[in-house]
């Protein structure tokens, strides 16, 4: 069985940081592209960094870049997003999700096949 967990969301003050973790089980991270997400309220699901393990392509959404930094640990099959300088526009629910042998530039929902439940980042200004 396949699972995607998120953790280390939380609530935090604008300028601060956060990281969010993406445990990945019944899969190996190097075969798929790794994507974080998020959806706030009222707002449609944005895509926001990705990661391919095997080559080290990243991608970042323009609205994150600069801020975000997203990593992987390929032993521990985990895939991490930093997140410096918080806004209270980041506010959201931030998902993982795995796209196999997937493009990073290239965030498309439909096309990642495993999602994880969600962790909640909340900004206050």
């Known amino acids: 069985e396949v699972q995607l967990v998120e953790s280390g969301g939380g609530l935090v003050q604008a300028g601060g940081s956060l990281r969010l973790s993406c445990a990945v089980s019944?899969?190996?991270?190097?075969?798929?592209?790794i994507g974080w997400f998020r959806q706030a309220p009222g707002k449609r699901r944005e895509a926001v960094s990705s990661?391919?393990?095997?080559?080290?392509?990243?991608y970042y959404a323009d609205s994150v870049k600069g801020r975000f930094t997203i990593s992987s640990d390929n032993a521990q099959n985990t895939v991490y997003l930093q997140m410096n300088m918080l806004k209270p526009e980041d506010t959201a629910v931030y998902y993982c999700?795995?796209?196999?042998?997937?493009?990073?530039?290239?965030?498309?929902?439909?096309?990642?096949?495993?999602w994880g439940q969600g962790t909640q980042v909340t900004v206050s200004s």
């Open positions: 019944g899969l190996t991270i190097d075969d798929y592209a």
């Open positions: 990661i391919t393990s095997n080559d080290g392509i990243t």
């Open positions: 999700a795995a796209d196999f042998r997937g493009e990073p530039r290239v965030m498309v929902g439909s096309l990642y096949d495993y």
